[in-house]
């Protein structure tokens, strides 16, 4: 859910379609500029009682976390008076609605960089945690808070998703405090490029949810589900989320993409350092000056960028294109995202082979797919075989697509060494959810209080 938001009001106004289009495009990259971003989430809580950090309090709390993060040289960002973020050197950490931790990493070259970074991000979070008694759980979704529970974080525009949710599905709320995932960003270097990766990677993400499925529990008991978060994004708003059919027809571009945002509702408008709850406007009728909460006034390019920022499809699109079908998990697959999708996408054979292996899907196999993985992950069958066997196909175009980019690291170690875990799990079809179960009916005596233990950074 983490996006960039400008102050808003500032600049010429935006007026068609064509200046929309324009700005996804201006993301268009050579080769040697390409980088990897990854993004993750992670649950605070107190080590006494397991308890959700509160914003503030005596004791633990997300803003203590934050304040002392700051000895790692993070400046703080301020929403009236309080932190509510953290930046240093092209990387941010940044609060979900729940408190729920995000680290949103700085563009960087090798998946050797990214996951040198992670380390370093989760050794800083430990060293403050340690402190003031707080640990991080690497989870998809809460595994015993209640959403009554769950504080909400002092950042206006969350209190208006918050409002605006229950009118478009059911789940959104579960969405916004109790789940936690694992993302990256990658570049392409035209349209054509760009809609070739958009199409591979919408395809293959119900792949990517059954192999980092890791939400197995809620309420302090099993949900039914391997990745509930998964789960929960078909209920969310299903205006604003989903595997985009119209990417899969001709003529989809820049601009087709652009239109479809058009018709999203809109959540708000930020002018002066405040958000103006526009939920459930058009941002149609924004360009037209027509949009209720700012009659007469024009959108402007940091106002799309920012409605672009609330677009959740599977994977979305802004002037690069992000990964979002993953649970959040422990540090190695912290690495093993970014590794999956760069073998996939920053190779053109890799590319044109994992088009081969999906091109001939049809939307209604790919919606069943991503409905299927958060129930069943690995063992879920398609047509005459299940996702086990297109996990371990999508794996071995990812290791050439990697081992084609020769990237090493100071003991020769190619970025193949990152798919280790995932290439584990689709030998054997079992999960991380699976082996949580495993454990909670064995060992844990059908308690979810270990998790805090076994799962923690």
Same mark, same amino acid.
């Given at each position: 859910?983490?996006?960039?938001?400008?102050? /808003?009001?500032?600049?010429?106004?935006?007026?068609?379609?064509?200046?929309?289009?324009?700005?996804?495009?201006?993301?268009?990259?050579?080769?040697?500029?390409?980088?990897?971003?990854?993004?993750?989430?992670?649950?605070?809580?107190? *080590?006494?009682?397991?308890?959700?950090?509160?914003?503030?309090?005596?004791?633990?709390?997300?803003?203590?976390?934050?304040?002392?993060?700051?000895? #790692?040289?993070?400046?703080?960002?301020?929403?009236?008076?309080?932190?509510?973020?953290?930046?240093? !050197?092209?990387?941010?950490?940044?609060?979900?609605?729940?408190?729920?931790?995000?680290?949103?990493?700085?563009?960087?070259?090798? *998946?050797?960089?990214?996951?040198?970074?992670?380390?370093?991000?989760?050794? @800083?979070?430990?060293?403050?945690?340690?402190?003031?008694?707080?640990?991080?759980?690497?989870? /998809?979704?809460?595994?015993?808070?209640?959403?009554?529970?769950?504080?909400?974080?002092?950042?206006?525009?969350?209190?208006?998703?918050? $409002?605006?949710?229950?009118?478009?599905?059911?789940?959104?709320?579960?969405?916004?405090?109790?789940?936690?995932?694992?993302?990256?960003?990658?570049? #392409?270097?035209?349209? $054509?490029?760009?809609?070739?990766?958009?199409?591979?990677?919408?395809?293959?993400?119900?792949?990517?949810? +059954?192999?980092?499925?890791?939400?197995?529990?809620? !309420?302090?008991?099993?949900?039914?589900?391997?990745?509930?978060?998964?789960?929960?994004?078909?209920?969310?708003?299903?205006?604003?989320?989903?595997?985009?059919?119209?990417?899969?027809?001709?003529?989809?571009?820049?601009?087709?993409?652009?239109? &479809?945002? *058009?018709?999203?509702?809109?959540?708000?408008?930020?002018?002066?350092?405040?958000?103006?709850?526009?939920?459930?406007?058009?941002?149609? !009728?924004?360009?037209?000056?027509?949009?209720?909460?700012?009659?007469?006034?024009?959108?402007?390019?940091?106002?799309?960028?920012?409605?672009?920022?609330?677009?959740?499809?599977?994977?979305?699109?802004?002037?690069?294109?992000?990964?979002?079908?993953?649970?959040?998990?422990? &540090?190695?697959?912290?690495?093993?995202?970014?590794? #999956?999708?760069?073998? %996939? %996408?920053?190779?053109?054979?890799?590319?044109?082979?994992?088009?081969?292996?999906?091109?001939?899907?049809?939307?209604?196999?790919?919606?069943?797919?991503?409905?299927?993985?958060?129930?069943?992950?690995?063992?879920?069958?398609?047509?005459?075989?299940?996702?086990?066997?297109?996990?371990?196909?999508?794996?071995?175009?990812?290791?050439? /697509?990697?081992?084609?980019?020769?990237?090493?690291?100071?003991?020769?170690?190619? @970025?193949?060494?990152?798919? !280790?875990?995932?290439? @584990?799990?689709?030998?054997? /079809?079992?999960? +991380?959810?699976?082996? %949580?179960?495993?454990?909670?009916?064995?060992?844990?005596?059908?308690?979810?209080?270990?998790?805090?233990?076994?799962?923690?950074?």
């Amino acid at each position: 859910m983490s996006g960039t938001y400008g102050q /808003g009001g500032e600049g010429a106004p935006v007026t068609t379609i064509e200046d929309l289009a324009g700005h996804l495009a201006t993301g268009c990259k050579p080769r040697e500029a390409w980088r990897i971003g990854t993004e993750h989430e992670k649950f605070g809580f107190t *080590l006494e009682g397991h308890h959700p950090l509160p914003y503030e309090s005596d004791g633990p709390s997300v803003r203590k976390m934050l304040e002392g993060l700051t000895r #790692f040289g993070w400046e703080e960002v301020l929403e009236n008076g309080k932190p509510i973020a953290l930046k240093r !050197d092209g990387a941010s950490v940044s609060l979900e609605p729940g408190g729920q931790f995000e680290l949103s990493g700085a563009p960087l070259e090798t *998946l050797h960089q990214t996951c040198a970074e992670v380390n370093g991000h989760l050794k @800083e979070v430990k060293a403050v945690a340690d402190e003031i008694g707080a640990g991080f759980l690497g989870l /998809g979704f809460s595994p015993k808070w209640s959403l009554e529970e769950t504080p909400l974080m002092p950042k206006a525009r969350y209190g208006i998703m918050k $409002a605006y949710m229950p009118k478009v599905g059911t789940l959104g709320h579960q969405m916004m405090f109790r789940s936690c995932t694992v993302q990256t960003n990658l570049d #392409f270097s035209s349209e $054509a490029d760009m809609v070739k990766k958009l199409r591979v990677s919408l395809a293959l993400q119900p792949i990517a949810t +059954a192999l980092f499925a890791n939400s197995p529990f809620a !309420d302090g008991k099993p949900n039914g589900y391997l990745s509930y978060r998964g789960h929960i994004w078909t209920d969310t708003d299903n205006n604003r989320t989903g595997l985009l059919p119209f990417a899969f027809e001709d003529g989809m571009g820049f601009e087709r993409y652009a239109e &479809w945002v *058009l018709d999203v509702p809109m959540y708000f408008v930020k002018r002066g350092g405040k958000f103006i709850d526009a939920s459930g406007q058009s941002f149609r !009728d924004f360009m037209e000056g027509k949009l209720p909460a700012l009659p007469g006034e024009r959108p402007v390019m940091s106002d799309w960028e920012d409605h672009l920022s609330t677009i959740f499809p599977e994977v979305r699109l802004k002037t690069f294109l992000e990964m979002r079908g993953a649970d959040g998990g422990p &540090w190695n697959r912290l690495c093993a995202l970014p590794a #999956f999708w760069v073998g %996939l %996408l920053y190779d053109d054979g890799a590319l044109d082979e994992a088009w081969q292996l999906v091109k001939d899907w049809t939307a209604e196999e790919r919606v069943a797919l991503r409905e299927g993985v958060t129930k069943t992950a690995l063992k879920t069958p398609f047509r005459n075989t299940n996702v086990q066997q297109i996990a371990r196909d999508a794996l071995a175009i990812s290791r050439k /697509g990697l081992r084609a980019r020769g990237q090493q690291n100071m003991h020769g170690e190619y @970025e193949t060494l990152f798919l !280790d875990d995932l290439n @584990e799990m689709a030998a054997t /079809g079992k999960t +991380a959810a699976d082996d %949580l179960l495993e454990r909670y009916y064995g060992r844990w005596n059908q308690s979810v209080e270990p998790a805090f233990e076994e799962c923690a950074y």
